[in-house]
């Protein structure tokens, strides 16, 4: 089970056709791509309003939650080069620490990707509301909804060739408009909009812990090359490289959009913002073009993380199935995608939307979103902790001590992020979240009694 060294690239499954017409790997710029789309999807768009009822303190948040994020990213680098296999947290779980390990690790990540694919598709309606008025109709709103998830998911069912190509323009594309926030902003800053230092009246350490709750969300993604390990190109060298990039020019493109829009919009009217980006951009150059530009934006950006996810939710199942962890019919692929994993995923996100719009529960819909963040925490949590044992062990790694201390300080440190992002999620989050966790132990139950079935027939 336990490595001794550098574990090689998986080869392709019997019948995954990776070499087919549809089926190409992804090199650094579309790795680089997917981690950008999947961490930037519509929440930068709310984030400075979200966090201004705190003031400008919330920009210490986000330091420091940038400082965790790109620990993170070095840490599933470094991993990624250890074990250049498609499944991310899970294969680094389950080498470390076993089955049971690795199937939380997979059956956690698995509940945040399709959770948040629903999450990202309500969100984009929102938008598109802006564009073509739909929300009379809850008929044309379920309709929109469910678009926005399948349209991403035929994508994938195309092959990775599509795949990629969807995330790459997605990704250019949305950065026109944040770009012109971040960079025309500096042109447009005032000092005077940016209102107090402290604005909620909690303590310092109070009021960058609240507003950081807020922003945990906005990180998740920054594993998404190492999921996709296995279709990256030369995923030792890129893997870690993709990872950094995405995770780091992310962190830029959020820091200068939040400072552009709190120097340009009064920070009274920014507090009660729907639409912070629109009225920044609406501050700056005049008129009432920017909620439709944002608009747009919003959805080429929410479009890009969809198709980004829906490529996740189908990954780590694909991983654990083939180890025998989840049923075997997750590791059915066609053009280099696991298309049962991602028509399972698309279907369940589906429902659950359909259940947020027919019944009404937008409380209990909020709090599943919450749920994400909590149950994206228990993979990094144990890969971090992997990467922890592989340096104590000495497992393939025989490199100088200052190597050595440097990586050992980088895990420890992405540790204690993801712990605080435990603790941001909420106890009402966490307390579902281990209920989800529960439900995958029966399922964990049933997969091992099955496996054990066959090793003793």
Known sequence: MHDTGTAPVTAPAPGDDQDGRHARRFGLPIATALVMGNIIGGGIFLLPASVAPYGTISLVAFGVLTVGAIALALVFGRLAHRHPQTGGPYVYAREAFGDFAGFLAAWSYWITTWVSNAALAVAAVGYLDVLLPIHGSTFWTIVAALACQWLPALANLAGTRYVGAVQLVST????????????????????????????????A?????????????????????????????????????????????????????????????????????????????????????????????????MVGALNGWTLLSAQTPYAAAKDGLFPVAFTKRRRGIPTFGVVVAVTLASLLTVYNYTVGSAGVFETLVLVTTFTATVPYLLATAAQIYFLLSGQGHRVRRSRLARDMALAVAAFGFSMWLVGGAGYAAVYQGVLFLFVGVLVYAWMAAAKSRRGTA
């Open 205 to 301: 350490v109070g009021a960058v812990s609240a507003s950081a709750a807020i922003l945990l969300f906005s990180y998740l993604g920054v594993e998404s090359a190492s999921v996709s390990a296995g279709e990256v190109r030369d995923p030792q060298r890129n893997v870690g490289r993709a990872t950094v990039l995405g995770t780091g020019l992310a962190a830029l493109l959020y820091l200068l959009c939040t400072v552009a829009v709190f120097g340009t919009v009064a920070h009274d009217d920014l507090v009660n913002s729907t639409a912070p980006f629109s009225d920044s951009v609406n501050a700056m150059f005049g008129g009432t073009w920017g909620g439709t530009a944002v608009a747009i934006a919003a959805l080429v950006s």
């Open 172 to 203: 250019v594309l949305k950065f026109a408009p944040l770009l012109l926030v971040a960079v025309g902003g500096l042109f447009f800053f005032q000092a005077d909009n940016l209102g107090p230092f402290r604005a909620s009246g909690d303590s």
